[in-house]
């Protein structure tokens, strides 16, 4: 413990006190202590993560006598979790900040599954059905029957890629969107759709910024026609 090559911390990097270690957890425990958490860090910056299992041994009479402990190097293992949880962590900012969410559409059953970023752009929570109906009701009502004829003949009956901007209207405040949808089908040997995969993202933003454009255009296509 207090050798000078190396020394014992927590996987934050935290110190580890002598009451932290494993004999001394199982001494005050009595039982079985598991899945402890200890990082070996050695003077050249090697860092090794442990994983301590330890159960306590008694004599006869009931009295500790020792310990029994088995210790596993988890560094690879953690290595990839905490690389997996960044890359996660990055895909959710990445998509909060382009405002892009991603959905699931099981398309048998007419059920989607969607990222927290999608349900914000349609302003919707868990209790809003996710399903094609649910989907419809949110579409703008100019758009409904069109996007729905799309959506049934064009991308499943015909299987093509969904690839379509279109209008929303918001249920919590009834604001309107535009959204480009993209969706890409899954299907099985015998060509039955199953899934389709996609994202969703909230371009209202460029189209209020193109229509600023095309008015100041004709402003002065109208300022020099006159």
Known sequence: YDAPEWRIAHYDGTPVSRGELPLARVMTAGTAELGMAYAIEWADGQRVLLSVNAAPLFDAAGRFDGMVATFEDVTRDEMAGAALRESERLLRQSQKVAMLGSYVLDVPQGAWRSSPILDEIFSI???Y????AGWVAIV??????????YFTDEVVGRRQRFAREYRIVRPSDGSEH???GLGELECDAAGTVLRMWGTSQDGTDRQQAEQALRGAEEKVSQAFGA
């Open 140 to 149: 703008h009502p100019d758009q409904r029957d069109e996007m729905l004829a």
């Open 125 to 127: 929570d868990a209790s």
């Open 178 to 180: 535009w959204v480009h």
């Open 129 to 132: 059905p996710h399903d094609v």
